[in-house]
């Protein structure tokens, strides 16, 4: 873990593991992450779709500035993880790249306990 401006971040990969148009699945503590590289562009979101709980967005497509989950074709944009209109929608991570290697911030997390 490094301290990027007075932040915690974990590294995830190089930015030579994902290339543009591509998407990858990270499990971090206990978030699991989708990466996107979008024209060179990279975006961290929650992998998990608030519509049936399921880690399958990294999976999804791109359109319109969004993902879209590959279930059941709802969109999240890739800047914020709000879907279209602002409503609930997905955690944004914060990412730095440093050195060609992307990095997010960990953030602390409870555990589920509810299984």
């Not at 990270?26 to 979101?45: K, P, R, T």
Request: charged content about 30%.
């Amino acid at each position: 873990m490094i301290n990027l401006r007075d932040k915690r971040f974990q590294k995830l990969c190089k930015v030579s593991d994902l290339s543009p148009g591509n998407s990858k699945r990270f499990i971090l503590d206990f978030a699991d992450v989708a990466l996107f590289n979008v024209d060179g562009e990279f975006y961290a979101l929650d992998n998990v779709c608030p519509h049936q709980h399921t880690a399958i967005i990294y999976d999804g497509y791109f359109e319109d500035d969004c993902v879209v989950c590959p279930a059941h074709g709802w969109k999240f944009n890739l800047k914020t993880g709000l879907k279209p209109g602002g409503g609930r929608g997905l955690e944004k991570f914060e990412l730095e790249i440093k050195d060609g290697i992307i990095y997010i911030e960990v953030k602390s997390r409870k555990a589920f306990s509810g299984w």
